[in-house]
Antibody, heavy 120, light 107 residues
Framework: EVQLVESGGGLVQPGGSLRLSCAAS????????MTWVRQAPGKGLEWVAN????????YYLDSVKGRFTISRDNAKNSVFLEMNSLRAEDTAVYYC?????????????WGQGTLVTVSS | DIQMTQSPSSLSASVGDRVTITCRAS??????LAWFQQKPGTAPKSLIY???SLQSGVPSKFSGSQSGTDFTLTISSLQPEDFGTYYC?????????FGGGTKVEIK
């Protein structure tokens, strides 16, 4: 069974840091691009970052560029999102998903999401 | 950035109704468009990619079409389990962008 499980969310003060993890199972993780998408409370979906199969190519939403880093460990079937200099507007549920079509569109299943709350 | 404009923002329809949701791209994206369904408190579910190709396991009552930069998601016969919010996403160029969502309620 294909499964993605996120972890690492929590409450952090403005300016703080968090590292999100997404553990994959049930598919050949190293063959897929991965993505992070977030959803602020009561709001719509917002793309955050993509990473290619071997981690050599990364793409970011402008508002997180320089603050967030996406990475992966294919030996551990995991993708990460290192978040620094967090702001109140980063408060959201963060989802990971694999990308079909050679790194194009999210495919099921997505992870269950992990909540990040940035507040003093 | 490519803006994705979804309409309507919400709709209420009866079981058995045909429902259409539109997503307009601010510039050409070929057919690089996906549709998602999200129910409250759960992760999104992928429905369609390439504008009209159904993801594996998605029932055939869902269909997608394209006319230029206008994309349409159609539910041929609305069922109670189809409630939720539907989003489009373009993946033609970075930053990838989503539409604002269409909330579908069952009358």
């Amino acid at each position: 069974e294909v499964q993605l499980v996120e972890s690492g969310g929590g409450l952090v003060q403005p300016g703080g840091s968090l590292r999100l993890s997404c553990a994959a199972s049930g598919f050949t993780f190293s063959s897929y691009w991965m993505t992070w998408v977030r959803q602020a409370p009561g709001k719509g979906l917002e793309w955050v970052a993509n990473i290619n199969r071997d981690g050599s190519a990364k793409y970011y939403l402008d508002s997180v560029k320089g603050r967030f880093t996406i990475s992966r460990d294919n030996a551990k079937n995991s993708v990460f999102l290192e978040m620094n200099s967090l702001r109140a507007e980063d408060t959201a549920v963060y989802y990971c998903a694999s990308l079909g079509g050679s790194g194009s569109y999210p495919t099921d299943p997505w992870g269950q999401g992990t909540l990040v709350t940035v507040s003093s | 950035d490519i803006q994705m404009t979804q309409s309507p923002s919400s709709l209420s329809a009866s079981v058995g109704d045909r429902v259409t949701i539109t997503c307009r791209a601010s510039q050409g994206i070929k057919n690089y468009l996906a549709w998602f369904q999200q129910k409250p408190g759960t992760a999104p579910k992928s429905l369609i990619y390439g504008g009209s190709s159904l993801q594996s396991g998605v029932p055939s009552k869902f269909s997608g079409s394209q006319s230029g930069t206008d994309f349409t998601l159609t539910i041929s016969s609305l069922q109670p389990e189809d409630f939720g919010t539907y989003y489009c996403q373009q993946y033609a160029s970075f930053p990838l962008t989503f539409g604002g969502g269409t909330k579908v309620e069952i009358k």
